[in-house]
């Protein structure tokens, strides 16, 4: 009795792990060229692309969705540099990220609007990052993570002080 046990408890045992091994084989396919994994989803969106809708120069806002790569990044405002298949090369206050299409979020500025943001942007590049402490950082994390197209009067003086000291 004990050995058609044991044969029965091998028999599930081998059988799980084949339907593992098919959901992992379904899953991730390989490719012939390069053989390269890719996800299924990966694969749809080869067959199906769908249009980037974002355009150059466009204000857009972060928006991390379980993506580890943006962890500390949410809320942050960013210029489109570059439109790619599906992400973008985007500007933010401490350089240019590469950002999947589903973490952008639009900020619906117009155009005279979104002009000024990009002014901003270009100040803050100007500042050099490396040699800053660790206050000032901060305080251009912040001006990153603004919600509205322009700066105020005292955080403009600031930006300029910093422009001039670096």
Do not use: H
């Not at 009795?1 to 991730?28: A, D, G, P, Y």
């Not at 390989?30 to 299924?40: A, D």
């Not at 401490?94 to 002014?119: A, F, P, R, W």
């Not at 403009?156 to 001039?164: A, H, S, Y």
């Amino acid at each position: 009795m004990s050995n058609s046990i044991n044969s029965l408890e091998r028999f599930k045992s081998n059988r799980q792990k084949r339907n593992r091994n098919n959901i992992i084989n379904k899953t991730v396919k390989t490719r012939s060229k390069n053989k390269q994994k890719i996800s299924v989803i990966d694969e749809i969106r080869e067959r199906r692309p769908v249009p980037n809708p974002w355009r150059v120069g466009e204000v857009a806002q972060i928006v991390v969705k379980k993506n580890p790569d943006l962890k500390g990044r949410s809320g942050q405002w960013c210029i489109i540099e570059e439109v790619l298949n599906f992400s973008c090369l985007v500007k933010t206050w401490d350089g240019t990220i590469q950002v999947k299409i589903e973490n952008l979020k639009d900020v619906y500025y117009s155009s005279k609007q979104q002009q000024e943001m990009k002014k901003i942007s270009d100040r803050l590049e100007q500042i050099t990052q490396n040699q800053l402490e660790d206050s000032i950082k901060k305080f251009l994390e912040g001006l990153g993570q603004i919600d509205r197209p322009f700066l105020t009067a005292l955080e403009d003086k600031i930006l300029t002080v910093l422009e001039t000291e670096s």
